[in-house]
T-cell receptor, first 117, second 114 residues
Framework: GESVGLHLPTLSVQEGDNSIINCAYSNSASDYFIWYKQESGKGPQFIIDIRSNMDKRQGQRVTVLLNKTVKHLSLQIAATQPGDSAVYFCADPVPNAGGTSYGKLTFGQGTILTVHP | DAMVIQNPRYQVTQFGKPVTLSCSQTLNHNVMYWYQQKSSQAPKLLFHYYDKDFNNEADTPDNFQSRRPNTSFCFLDIRSPGLGDAAMYLC?????????????FGPGTRLTVL
């Protein structure tokens, strides 16, 4: 979905806790999703992706869950560390005209994650 | 090693004074993107180049222009900056082969308009 509003949701956790960041999307035809991490003063950085034929995908300390029924995805970060403090965006790449590749990104609203030592 | 480089990192301009932001890449990617990111908002795509083919987003104001003289460089020109154009401007690159092609973002240029 597109970004709306002026204030990002925030999530504060203690170091070592698990974090769950949520994202809703509106296009039921979307078939591919990406989570990005943006640290202060830096550009977004790819974390993990998931295709719509999957419900769950795991990476290193991160898991993405996709619920197509309610058009919702979440990013779970295990054992959150201070270095995880950042803004997290979900993104929905748009297929290119040939349908064989994905290019343009539409970012979701974003969530500010703050990890306290 | 920096792969997507943006210069300058911070740019201050006056209301109405043209400004150019620069992006260069060492990845030899054929697609380059420019995003605008305002405070506490998500990045918003302004336009992108596929090689020399320019693709403008429908809602990008005419005040924003872009040039791509070669594969490595891409410029964002703001012809008459207004106060509302103060933002972080992000450049990104990707290749374009079958499947998803990760976009690599630069660190951004923060533009202040006085």
């Amino acid at each position: 979905g597109e970004s709306v509003g002026l204030h990002l949701p925030t999530l504060s956790v203690q170091e070592g806790d698990n974090s769950i960041i949520n994202c809703a999307y509106s296009n039921s035809a979307s078939d591919y999703f990406i989570w990005y991490k943006q640290e202060s003063g830096k550009g977004p950085q790819f974390i993990i992706d998931i295709r719509s034929n999957m419900d769950k995908r795991q990476g290193q300390r991160v898991t993405v869950l996709l619920n197509k029924t309610v058009k919702h995805l979440s990013l779970q970060i295990a054992a959150t560390q201070p270095g995880d403090s950042a803004v997290y965006f979900c993104a929905d790449p748009v297929p290119n005209a040939g349908g064989t590749s994905y290019g343009k990104l539409t970012f979701g609203q974003g969530t500010i994650l703050t990890v306290h030592p | 090693d920096a792969m997507v480089i943006q210069n300058p990192r911070y740019q201050v301009t006056q209301f109405g004074k043209p400004v150019t932001l620069s992006c260069s890449q060492t990845l030899n990617h054929n697609v380059m993107y420019w995003y605008q990111q305002k405070s506490s908002q998500a990045p918003k795509l302004l336009f992108h180049y596929y090689d020399k083919d320019f693709n403008n987003e429908a809602d990008t104001p005419d005040n924003f222009q872009s040039r791509r003289p070669n594969t490595s460089f891409c410029f964002l020109d703001i012809r008459s900056p207004g106060l509302g154009d103060a933002a972080m401007y992000l450049c990104a690159t990707s290749s374009l082969s079958v499947g998803y092609n990760e976009q690599f973002f630069g660190p951004g240029t923060r533009l202040t308009v006085l």
